[in-house]
Structure formats: structure tokens, C-alpha cells
């Protein structure tokens, strides 16, 4: 009698090469977002398994609560903790790299006698247990002779939360300072620097321009430097102060006609003037380029 190829036979030879080295990747990979994604990739296909073994019940809780919920609890690990954060070699609780040997050399020796007891030939027993379906019979089992396995398993996710605390923790090298410490240190850098104790100034024109890369204007019309990032002004993202402080120069210019920029130098006139000429030849479509583009818009 020849023994046919089943189809859970193909996909346990297609499959189970890949979740191995999908495994060894989580072990080996240094980023914890490619390990995240490798364990992905093994739970994906550890669900397409269950479909093979004719289980849809496994295979829908393991695409939407292992593959969903826990590996999103898995990328908030990842987020707090950073995926630049450098190791710490001193250990957050003692000892655990001795009970992490103990609990894999445990786990080695029960996957090595799960083998030497394992039953070949084809699976018996699977229809009578699906009987009253799938579902009914899982539930019969987790809360009948495994309910204390299942209740191990609601532990060791709640483990896992208060593992990511854990790991989000950071032991502090110095002693935090207090506010009157840190208004003391204000004070000094202010006598020694002229730095201003004071918090920055906020981006933005009143009621013209409220963006985060259009600088705040003194009482005189001139760019307060602090109020935009340092990152926007080195992408050369910010707008001009010239074509913020024109309608100050317009107010001026209403009240006397020959007012000057006190930074520039130049007349309300000859600043509207030039404004106009932008404005012409970016409409035009005449020769503007991307920066003048941009302080218009």
C-alpha cells in the first residue's frame, strides 16, 4: 500500500525549516524590531499550521490575539526601551542570567523527552474530539483537565507587562534635582553667559502665521532666533523674517511714511516694493526659486 502525501504533511516540511530559522532569527537579530518581526513571522505561520491540522478556532486566535494583541505588546517593549539603548551590564535583578541557564537546560531536556515519547502514524481520535465542534471541544479541555495550563499562561503574559516596566526602567547615575536647584542653576548661566533663565519664546505671528517654522518677531520687528528649532533651521525649513516683519513695516509706514527696518536697514517702500515683484513673478512663473517660493507661501 503506498501512503499518500496529505496536504498537513506538505505544509509541515514547507513550514517548519522556515519557523526555525524565523526562531533563530529572533535569538541572533541585535535590532529588537527585526526580532519583532521574525517572531511575526512565526506565529503566521504556526496559524497556517492550524488550518492544515483542521483547526480554524487555533488559527483565528493566533492571527488575532497572539499575531495582534501580544506582538503589539511586544512593539510597546520596544518603544519604551528604546532601539538604541546600550545593554547595561549591571543586572536590574540578580541573578536572572543563572535562572534563564536553568529554565532553557529545563526546557532542553523536556523537548528531548516529548521525542523519545512520540507516537508515529496517522492521528486518531480527531473526529469524535471535533464532534461538537471545534470550538466547544478546545473550551471543554482549557477549563477541564488544563485549566491550571491555562491559568499558567494568563501569568506569563502578566509577566510579560511587568517585565517591559522592568526593562523601561532606568536606574538615575545622578540624584534628580529639585526646582530650586535647577532655578539656581538658571541664575548662574545667566551671570556667567547671558543665557535668559526664562523658557523660549513660542513660534509663530499673532493672528498672520501660527506654523512652527515661522519665527516669533520682536517689538521691533526683528527674529527671535530661539523660538524655532535648531532642527528646522538646519533642514532650511524656516521662513524668512523679512517677509513676516513687511505688514509690521506697513503699520509703521502708515504712521510715517519714511520708516525703516530697524534690522535691515530698508524702507517700507522699497520692502513692499520687492514683496510685489515676488509676487508678480512667482505668478508669472518667471524665475522663482524654491526658497522664495516658500517664504511666500
Known amino acids: ?35 519583532a518581526l521574525f517572531m511575526a513571522f ?37 518603544m519604551l526601551v528604546g532601539v538604541d539603548t546600550t545593554d547595561s551590564i549591571v543586572e536590574t535583578i540578580k541573578g536572572q542570567r543563572v535562572l ?28 469524535d474530539a471535533n464532534s461538537i465542534g471545534n470550538a466547544q471541544g478546545i473550551a471543554a479541555l482549557l477549563f477541564g483537565p488544563y485549566v491550571l495550563v491555562f491559568e499558567a499562561a494568563a501569568a506569563l503574559l502578566l509577566i510579560a507587562t511587568i517585565g517591559a516596566m522592568v526593562l523601561a526602567h532606568r536606574e538615575r547615575t545622578t540624584p534628580k534635582k529639585s526646582q530650586p536647584e535647577q532655578s539656581r542653576e538658571r541664575m548662574q548661566a545667566y551671570a556667567r553667559t547671558g ?47 523679512d517677509t513676516l516683519a513687511d505688514p509690521v513695516r506697513e503699520s509703521l509706514a502708515a504712521i510715517e511714511p519714511q520708516a525703516t527696518d530697524a534690522v535691515g536697514g530698508r524702507t517700507v517702500a522699497a520692502a513692499r516694493a520687492d514683496r510685489e515683484q515676488l509676487e508678480t513673478a512667482a505668478s508669472a512663473g518667471t524665475g522663482t526659486d524654491s526658497a522664495e517660493g516658500t517664504e511666500q507661501r
Open 195 to 241: 543665557a535668559h533663565p526664562g523658557g523660549l519664546p513660542a513660534s509663530g505671528v499673532f493672528a498672520r502665521h501660527n506654523g512652527v517654522d515661522a519665527p516669533a518677531l520682536l517689538p521691533d520687528g526683528s527674529v527671535s532666533e530661539p523660538s524655532v528649532s535648531r532642527t528646522l533651521k538646519l533642514r532650511g525649513v524656516m521662513l524668512q523674517g
Open 42 to 78: 512565526v506565529m503566521i505561520a504556526l496559524a497556517i499550521q492550524y488550518g492544515a491540522l483542521d483547526s480554524p478556532f487555533l488559527l483565528a486566535v493566533q492571527i488575532i490575539v497572539y499575531t495582534g494583541a501580544i506582538m503589539m505588546l511586544f512593539l510597546f517593549v520596544v
Open 100 to 127: 534563564a541557564a536553568l529554565a532553557a537546560l529545563a526546557l532542553l531536556v523536556l523537548v528531548v523527552v516529548g521525542i523519545g515519547h512520540a507516537v508515529g502514524g496517522a492521528p486518531r481520535g480527531l473526529a
Open 1 to 35: 500500500m503506498i501512503t499518500l502525501v496529505t496536504a498537513q504533511a506538505v505544509a509541515f516540511w514547507l513550514l517548519a525549516p522556515l519557523m526555525v530559522l524565523g526562531a533563530l532569527g529572533i535569538v541572533l537579530s541585535r535590532k529588537p524590531v527585526h526580532s
